[in-house]
């Protein structure tokens, strides 16, 4: 597929050149860059490219050319192209225009000249115009294609798992798409084995695994050293967040996630209470940015299941799923919470088919003009009842307490009340669901008695909890399993720390093993908090290290 096109547009040939070189230095391998000497030519050009369907994903236009101004230019080139980003160079003393341009062309941001060194005023502002055509490009499709029907549990998963790692693809639902079994007949591939994903050159994987489709989809699945300063086990918020900081101070920085960046806020459709982003912000958008510094600080992310961590003298071995092996100084772990399960019958046979823990957003659209139910009454539940009023025709929350006051911060519960298609049921617990292939009924307890009700889509938010089983055994979890770390250690588990000095704040019981975020023992379950563990754990990494 032809790469899509940064239009550089200036009259004066040296500017022009500089402005093609640092774009072709920093954005050739991704875009095409193609120039234009005046809006006029520039705008001949567009009609060409749009006659030969090629996409363009960013203007940038000097203001000061005879004949046509960079406004004139962006406000002609908003008909040809209105999804491209608008960049507007400027003098200083074009200031005025610039700004008039913001309304009058729609710009998205305007520059002034010179813009020396690029790395600090260029590459920073069209990275995030990029990043943010990015999201609402849609190609042509010549990319991944996954064939499963909607009540299948793999099928839920291999769409999760791509949507998470933000991999586009087109779902083809046989059920629903005539055409979906006859592509794979064409291809050779048994129709019985679903689902199946196709890639662009021609390739197909029946039924992968995570590791599978990681490796297929270009994710990195194999270490590229043997030995790290520190290795983070989980990427959610305080992942990332270690990720950034041990990278940025210098430790050679492994983070090892089995699914994707994000943790469970990755799966939140709308955060907003995490400060400096007064409109929110999602938590898919929210890893992204967080993966992408991480990423170019020096952090190197691993797509992996960790099986086991192993003391080594005064080294610790992280050991993989598939074997491999990787060597550290310190291992944190920030491997999070899963949301508990819902112990009624009918729920194990029908997890994936109708039935979804957390917020499961690649059913959103899937629920269009039905009836969902969510279970919970916490933020996620109420932002998932959010998200899902969008597409839903009503939303039920089941809420088992008597109010929502105690758990869900007040923003959401105005949010909630303020929308009408959103139905919070009090005094209400699921006690049995029932269907063949998929979800078709839930049972109610209620405060009028039991009730049976029609549903096709349950959403479960009731608590998280730590997966820890598999962590070393003298490590001191409570009863519960969350890591007990730092003072925690002398009032739970006294006889757990062998050293004469004190542990350190996030230390677990095996020093060098730190522990940061929801999975540590009385930690404050917001994505705020977690970030704040993850960023101040490396403070006490080095304090460690120090001590080597």
């Known amino acids: 597929m032809p790469k899509p096109i940064l239009l550089a547009i200036d009259d004066d040939t040296s500017v022009l050149e500089a402005v093609v070189q640092d774009l072709r230095r920093h954005y050739g391998q991704d875009y095409r860059i193609v ?33 046509m101004t960079g406004v004139d230019f962006l406000q002609q080139a908003l008909c040809i192209y209105p999804n491209a980003k608008r960049v507007l160079l400027t003098a200083y003393a074009d200031t005025e225009a610039a700004i008039r341009a913001i309304n009058s062309a729609k710009i998205h941001y305007y520059l002034n000249k010179p813009w020396d060194p690029p790395e600090e005023k260029l590459y920073p502002v069209l990275d995030d115009l990029l990043e943010s055509w990015k999201e609402g490009y849609r190609p042509p499709f010549e990319g991944i294609r996954v064939v499963g029907v909607r009540w299948s549990a793999m099928d839920h998963a291999v769409r999760d798992f791509l949507s998470r790692n933000r991999i586009p693809y087109q779902w083809l639902n046989p059920e629903t798409n005539p055409d979906a079994l006859a592509l794979l007949k064409d291809k050779g591939i048994d129709d019985t084995k679903l689902p199946v994903i196709l890639f662009g050159d021609g390739t197909a994987l029946v039924q992968p695994t995570s590791t599978e489709m990681a490796n297929k989809v270009g994710l990195r699945t194999q270490a590229q050293q043997e030995f790290y300063d520190v290795v983070v086990v989980g990427a959610g918020p305080a992942g990332l967040a270690a990720g950034v900081y041990g990278a940025s101070e210098g430790l050679r920085t492994l983070v090892i996630e089995a699914a994707a960046p994000g943790g469970q806020a990755g799966s939140s459709s709308k955060i907003e209470n995490y400060l400096g982003f007064p409109e929110g912000l999602s938590g898919s958008e929210l890893a992204k940015r967080a993966y992408l510094q991480a990423n170019r600080l020096g952090a190197e992310f691993l797509t992996q299941t960790v099986s086991c961590i192993r003391s080594e003298n005064q080294y610790r071995v992280v050991t993989m799923a598939d074997g491999q092996e990787v060597t550290c100084h310190v291992c944190l772990l920030a491997t999070g919470v899963d949301y508990c399960k819902l112990d009624v019958p009918g729920a194990d046979k029908l997890s994936g088919a109708g039935v979804y823990y957390g917020a499961a957003l690649t059913e959103a659209m899937s629920c269009k003009e039905e009836i969902v139910y969510i279970v919970g009454g916490a933020n996620s539940a109420g932002q998932a009842a959010m998200h899902f009023s969008r597409y839903a025709d009503h939303v039920h929350m089941l809420v088992r307490g008597k109010s929502l006051e105690s758990s869900m911060s007040k923003y959401l519960i105005d949010q909630i009340e303020a929308t009408p298609n959103i139905t919070v049921e009090t005094g209400t617990e699921v006690i049995g669901m029932g269907g063949d292939t998929h979800l078709e009924c839930l049972t109610l307890r209620t405060p009028r008695g039991e009730e049976a009700r029609q549903a096709s889509s349950l959403f479960i938010f009731i608590g998280a909890a730590p997966k820890t089983d598999w962590m070393p055994a003298e490590l001191c979890r409570d009863s519960k399993g969350f890591i007990l770390a730092g003072p925690d250690l002398k009032t739970q588990s006294p006889k757990s720390w062998k050293l004469e000095r004190d542990p350190y704040l996030l230390e677990t019981s095996v020093p060098g093993i730190f522990v940061a975020g929801d999975v540590r023992f009385n930690s404050v379950k917001r994505c705020a908090s977690a970030v704040g563990e993850g960023s101040i754990a490396i403070q006490f990494v080095h304090q460690y290290l120090a001590t080597l």
């Open 35 to 67: 120039r234009a000497a005046s809006g006029g030519a520039a705008l001949d050009i567009c009609r060409q490219l749009k006659e030969r369907k090629d996409i363009v994903a960013l203007f940038l236009s000097d203001q000061r050319m005879p004949g």
